[in-house]
């Protein structure tokens, strides 16, 4: 991974970091407190060497075939101390049960591949793992193949009986893990189990939206930022909810072009401010949903006002088919970092507040203003040791530069997310 040099911000950024040392721990430990950290997360960071954010934030995570090497050795430990906090999991002279629910509506090999790396971890954690099929198909698939020969994953049909969740066979899990985000909604029946689910089966797109995490998110950055004593725009990220809109009817698109020119008037006042040359960008992105769906990216009103049918299409249909009622529009930050010559943009992957891995996306297809999460991506490894050797005289007092930065980024992220699942509805 390469940048155009050591951005004086990243070195600016690592040293307020470094000082702030024991007091920023102190504000995360406070505000986890009184918030349950999601189980486990992956944050999309951007960094364009002026400003480092998070694009997006997802609680069902996909891609962890990427994991490095190493850190698979090290990431089986952080999830054990993740899941003995679980009553059920706590150690006992008998077997501990997880049913790993993963997501029904695909066959596709990478994703199988991220599902059998979260089985061999929580394997190698200590504890026994089964794949449970939560379907609408009545028929349960008797092998998931990855693409790899010995990537091989044998489900089986999850079933209520009582208020316990069994799996064929009578398998009986103490807990049960999601990698399942219900887009469409979940099954009623999950309400009813016994078992403890994390993360709950109430926190997927059904139920989350964008517009809340960015603004949980943008306030947690601004007390960061005055306790690291630095500019606060360096780490937020100008998000605006539109809402309703249904591009296919033209509802909505009027008010989304308003705010994409009111968003791009703030961006080019602070680039001005900041003496920053790049052109102002907004990404509009469906307010509930991953995968990449439901993104464009203009730098006008105009551009929105004249989109054709193919970009309404894209801009009205999200994970699942499901239909898109609401938009952000969001600032657009370029990013600069590069692999083998090509735009990139890390992935950060936490359990609770705890970094256990990332990857790198990099998409030949597409520019540094572009969403790198679109046909044509490629996923390269990053190991969390890469972020400490990264970049050439990348410590300050042994330090690694981005490891603090990006990791800070991650966990204020996840720390949104937290404060975010706190004030959903169904949590009181």
């Given at each position: 991974?390469?940048?155009?040099?050591?951005?004086?911000?990243?070195?600016?950024?690592?040293?307020?970091i470094?000082?702030?040392?024991?007091?920023?721990?102190?504000?995360?430990?406070?505000?986890?407190?009184?918030?349950?950290?999601?189980?486990?997360?992956?944050?999309?960071?951007?960094?364009?060497?002026?400003?480092?954010?998070?694009?997006?934030?997802?609680?069902?995570?996909?891609?962890?075939?990427?994991?490095?090497?190493?850190?698979?050795?090290?990431?089986?430990?952080?999830?054990?101390?993740?899941?003995?906090?679980?009553?059920?999991?706590?150690?006992?002279?008998?077997?501990?049960?997880?049913?790993?629910?993963?997501?029904?509506?695909?066959?596709?090999?990478?994703?199988?591949?991220?599902?059998?790396?979260?089985?061999?971890?929580?394997?190698?954690?200590g504890?026994?793992?089964?794949?449970?099929?939560?379907?609408?198909?009545?028929?349960?698939?008797?092998?998931?193949?990855?693409?790899?020969e010995?990537?091989?994953?044998?489900?089986?049909?999850?079933?209520?009986?009582?208020?316990?969740?069994?799996?064929?066979?009578?398998?009986?899990?103490?807990?049960?893990?999601?990698?399942?985000?219900?887009?469409?909604?979940?099954?009623?029946?999950?309400?009813?189990?016994?078992?403890?689910?994390?993360?709950?089966?109430?926190?997927?797109?059904?139920?989350?939206?964008?517009?809340?995490?960015?603004?949980?998110?943008?306030?947690?950055?601004?007390?960061?930022?005055?306790?690291?004593?630095?500019?606060?725009?360096?780490?937020?990220v100008?998000?605006?909810?539109?809402?309703?809109?249904d591009?296919?009817?033209?509802?909505?698109?009027?008010?989304?072009?308003?705010?994409?020119?009111?968003?791009?008037?703030?961006?080019?006042?602070?680039?001005?401010?900041?003496?920053?040359?790049?052109?102002?960008?907004?990404?509009?992105?469906?307010?509930?949903?991953t995968?990449?769906?439901?993104?464009?990216?203009?730098?006008?009103?105009?551009?929105?006002?004249?989109?054709?049918?193919?970009?309404?299409?894209?801009?009205?249909?999200?994970?699942?088919?499901?239909?898109?009622?609401?938009?952000?529009?969001?600032?657009?930050?370029?990013?600069?970092?590069?692999?083998?010559?090509?735009?990139?943009?890390?992935?950060?992957?936490?359990?609770?507040?705890?970094?256990?891995?990332?990857?790198?996306?990099?998409?030949?297809?597409?520019?540094?203003?572009?969403?790198?999460?679109?046909?044509?991506m490629?996923?390269?490894?990053?190991?969390?040791?890469?972020?400490?050797?990264?970049?050439?005289?990348?410590?300050?007092?042994?330090?690694?530069i981005?490891?603090?930065?990006?990791?800070?980024?991650?966990?204020?992220a996840?720390?949104?997310?937290?404060?975010?699942?706190?004030?959903?509805?169904?949590?009181?």
């Amino acid at each position: 991974m390469t940048t155009p040099n050591i951005p004086k911000l990243h070195l600016h950024l690592a040293e307020q970091i470094r000082r702030a040392g024991p007091a920023l721990s102190d504000w995360f430990q406070a505000r986890a407190s009184v918030c349950e950290m999601p189980f486990y997360s992956s944050v999309d960071i951007r960094d364009s060497g002026h400003k480092i954010a998070p694009v997006d934030c997802n609680l069902f995570p996909g891609g962890l075939n990427n994991i490095c090497p190493e850190d698979m050795r090290t990431a089986p430990a952080i999830f054990a101390k993740a899941l003995e906090a679980c009553a059920a999991l706590r150690p006992t002279t008998g077997k501990r049960r997880i049913a790993l629910i993963p997501e029904s509506h695909t066959g596709n090999a990478f994703y199988i591949d991220n599902v059998f790396t979260l089985k061999t971890l929580l394997t190698a954690a200590g504890f026994e793992v089964e794949i449970g099929w939560v379907g609408d198909s009545p028929e349960t698939p008797a092998l998931l193949q990855g693409t790899e020969e010995d990537h091989k994953l044998h489900p089986r049909k999850a079933r209520l009986q009582g208020s316990e969740l069994l799996l064929e066979g009578d398998y009986r899990p103490d807990v049960v893990i999601l990698n399942n985000d219900f887009s469409g909604g979940y099954p009623g029946y999950l309400d009813a189990i016994s078992q403890q689910i994390v993360p709950s089966h109430k926190l997927g797109w059904h139920s989350r939206r964008k517009s809340a995490h960015f603004r949980h998110y943008n306030q947690l950055a601004l007390e960061a930022a005055e306790l690291l004593k630095i500019d606060p725009w360096i780490l937020t990220v100008d998000t605006t909810e539109v809402a309703p809109v249904d591009f296919n009817e033209d509802q909505g698109i009027e008010e989304c072009a308003l705010v994409v020119d009111a968003t791009i008037a703030r961006i080019a006042k602070e680039y001005a401010d900041r003496k920053i040359t790049s052109q102002p960008v907004v990404f509009i992105k469906s307010n509930a949903g991953t995968y990449g769906m439901g993104i464009h990216v203009v730098k006008s009103g105009e551009e929105i006002r004249k989109i054709n049918r193919r970009v309404k299409n894209k801009l009205s249909v999200g994970k699942n088919r499901s239909a898109i009622k609401s938009v952000i529009v969001q600032e657009g930050i370029p990013t600069i970092t590069r692999i083998e010559g090509f735009t990139a943009e890390p992935v950060i992957y936490l359990v609770g507040r705890d970094l256990v891995g990332g990857f790198l996306r990099t998409n030949p297809q597409k520019n540094a203003e572009e969403n790198l999460n679109s046909q044509g991506m490629v996923f390269r490894k990053l190991c969390m040791s890469d972020l400490r050797t990264a970049e050439a005289d990348d410590t300050l007092d042994d330090m690694p530069i981005l490891e603090a930065i990006y990791g800070t980024v991650a966990r204020i992220a996840a720390l949104a997310a937290a404060r975010e699942i706190r004030y959903l509805p169904f949590s009181g």
